[in-house]
Structures are given as C-alpha cells and as structure tokens.
C-alpha cells in the first residue's frame, strides 16, 4: 500500500479542540525552541533545527508555516521560500542553492519548498533530465545524512491533500480578491498531471525517508487537524532527539506563560 493511501483524509478537529491543542503545542515549542537557542536550561546552544515544508499546491503550506512560527520570536526563526532556481543558480549544483539558509547551532529555519523540486517538478515538468532526478535521491540522502550527523534536526512534511479538497481550494482562491494571486495556470497544469506527481511523491518518500530525516505525512483536508499535527509533530522530534542526547527538557505546564508575550 503507498504512504499517501494510508493517510486518513476524513480526520477532523473541532474548533475547541483544535484551539486547546494548538494552545499547548505553541508551549511546547516556545519552550523547546527557548531550550534550543540557549535561552534556557545550561543556557547552551543546542542543535540547529530545520522544518522542511513540502505538499501539494493549496494543501495549507502557508497556513500551517504561520501558525508554526507565531509563537516564536521572529528574530530567532528563519523562513524561507524557495521557486524555479534562476538563472545564476542553474549553473550550480542543484544543492547549492540552500545551504546559506540553513541554520547553525542553536539557529532554526523552516524551509516553503526545498531540494526535493529536483525529484518532484523538475522530474515531472522535465526540467531536469532523467540522469539528474535520478541520481538526486542519492545524493540528497548523503546531503541529509550529512546534516545530521553535524547535529541538525531535520523535521520533513509532506502536506497531502486530496483531488476534491485541492479543486474546492482553487476555486476559493479563484472568487476571493484577496487571494486570486495564489492561483495560477501552472496550478491548473500541474493538477492535471496529478498521477505522475503522486508517482513521483511514493518514490520520493520512499527513497529518501531515513531514522535521521524522516518523512511526516500530514492530512491536510481538514486545516485544523493539519496546523496542529505540523506543530505536534515538529514538538516530538525535537523532543525525542533531544532526549536521546540527555537533555532535560523541563517542559512547564499549559498556560503558564503567553507564547506571544
């Protein structure tokens, strides 16, 4: 059975639980993330922290990329957005690119799109040749294994939406003044060629989901549900990896403190 298949599309958050769970997780990454940048506990650095955000168009990148980092000061998150490389940075490696906004020690970056357009638009729109994208799932694993073992926390999402949200979502953004700037024709093109991007999603997560960086899939049909699974999920990883290093995390109770004070 393929990953996406396995994701239960029809979960669903209330709003008051949504709220109650959103409230404890933003703590919990306060928390952490204070831990993180030496703020707190022995008042060290701890290990950077990247958030790499991948999904379909409209799946709630956006959405659940705000609410990860509202509770952060924005002095200490790095978020950065990535499109078609240009012209400069197609006469590089295709990994080039990225490394000047990883974070260092006790730094955290949350990344909308990353390397991973090699095995997914470059691969499907051919942009890239198919001795490029082929070779790419290698190469990013040695990429993140290296990451890694210098002490990242790699946190990946994949936002999965389905066909029927996706199209419900176009066509809000279509009536919506405010909002029509996020649709565009390549939208519509690449939802056309959903078959070939799930295949290449499945080999994807597939071939490049390891112990140190793996994947997350997020049901996304319901935005509540998915804003809260991203802020738990990236709350357990750097929880459990911080753990495994002896790290006392500490964590105070809910509603001590106000994320956004």
Known sequence: MSRLSEVDLSAKLSKHQAEERLEAASHR?????LLLGGQLGEHKLGPPLCVVFEG?????????????????DPRHVRVAQFAAPTYDEKRHHFLWRFWPVL????????????????????????????????????????????????????????????????????????TDPLRSWKLTDEDWRNREKRPQYEEAVEEMLERTHRPSAPWHVVAGDNKRLARVSVIETVCAAVEGELAARGVDLDLPDVGSTDPLD
Request: proline content about 2%; glycine content about 10%.
């Open 29 to 33: 990454l306060l928390h952490l993330r």
């Open 56 to 72: 379909w168009d409209a799946s709630g990148k956006g959405g659940a990329i705000k609410r990860l980092v509202a509770p952060l």
């Open 103 to 174: 974070p260092g020690w006790g730094g955290m970056a949350v990344l909308d799109r990353s390397w991973y357009g090699r095995v997914l638009v470059e691969r499907v729109e051919g942009f890239a040749t198919t001795e490029q994208w082929s070779r790419a799932y290698d190469e990013i694993v040695e990429f993140e294994r290296t990451l890694a073992a210098e002490g990242m926390i790699l946190v990946k999402l994949w936002m999965h939406v389905s066909e029927e949200e996706q199209l419900a979502r176009f066509e809000d953004r279509r």
